[in-house]
T-cell receptor, first 112, second 114 residues
Framework: SQQGEEDPQALSIQEGENATMNCSYK?????LQWYRQNSGRGLVHLIL?????REKHSGRLRVTLDTSKKSSSLLITASRAADTASYFCATPPTGTASKLTFGTGTRLQVTL | KAGVTQTPRYLIKTRGQQVTLSCSPISGHRSVSWYQQTPGQGLQFLFE???????NKGNFPGRFSGRQFSNSRSEMNVSTLELGDSALYLC?????????????FGQGTRLTVV
């Protein structure tokens, strides 16, 4: 079963705009991770935020985590056509490291 | 450093047959996990192996099994295939040096059951 929901399910923006996607989860976590998947291919790890962190940056990516609300957001600034992909949040439940539970994903379409 | 390698990339099987998928993790990684991705159920955890032992198992029937070899390479097997087993099967490896560790995924094996 899915750990949580991602919102929105689909997002279409123009190149240069910012894209924000949200993730909610259900159980206590050690960390939350974001992955990107291009058209039915493998997942690429984007960023990991620990449960004691509130915000983390990596290049054009900004991730926030609110453990009190069990939610996270991923912001992609100045989107490019190459950012077109599905984005998933994933959490390993407390006490495990590798058993990731994924959200439902957000399909991002960036048009020229 | 070579990434996670999954073979084959594509596979077509008939209902009732069995199939074996292979995964070679990143060199030095001892944990290998398997996931099934379908349009209806999304990404679901199948099982995890570490040092040749199954450490975690998802909620899948016994037709789904796996193993890990001493060189950390892993195989998963699905017996008596059903149409609903058509999916993208993803393998991930991690170094497992503490709990805050990322997983590296292979490109997946696309299984079609006809």
């Amino acid at each position: 079963s899915q750990q949580g929901e991602e919102d929105p399910q689909a997002l279409s923006i123009q190149e240069g705009e910012n894209a924000t996607m949200n993730c909610s989860y259900k159980t206590s976590i050690n960390n939350l991770q974001w992955y990107r998947q291009n058209s039915g291919r493998g997942l690429v790890h984007l960023i990991l935020i620990r449960s004691n962190e509130r915000e983390k940056h990596s290049g054009r990516l900004r991730v926030t985590l609110d453990t009190s609300k069990k939610s996270s957001s991923l912001l992609i600034t100045a989107s490019r056509a190459a950012d077109t992909a599905s984005y998933f949040c994933a959490t390993p439940p407390t006490g495990t490291a590798s058993k990731l539970t994924f959200g439902t994903g957000t399909r991002l379409q960036v048009t020229l | 450093k070579a990434g996670v390698t999954q073979t084959p990339r594509y596979l077509i099987k008939t209902r009732g047959q069995q199939v074996t998928l292979s995964c070679s993790p990143i060199s030095g990684h001892r944990s290998v996990s398997w996931y099934q991705q379908t349009p209806g159920q999304g990404l679901q955890f199948l099982f995890e192996y570490f040092s040749e032992t199954q450490r975690n198992k998802g909620n899948f029937p016994g037709r789904f099994s796996g193993r890990q070899f001493s060189n950390s390479r892993s195989e998963m097997n699905v017996s008596t295939l059903e149409l609903g087993d058509s999916a993208l099967y993803l393998c991930a490896s991690s170094a497992l040096q503490g709990r805050n560790t990322e997983a590296f995924f292979g490109q997946g094996t696309r299984l079609t059951v006809v």
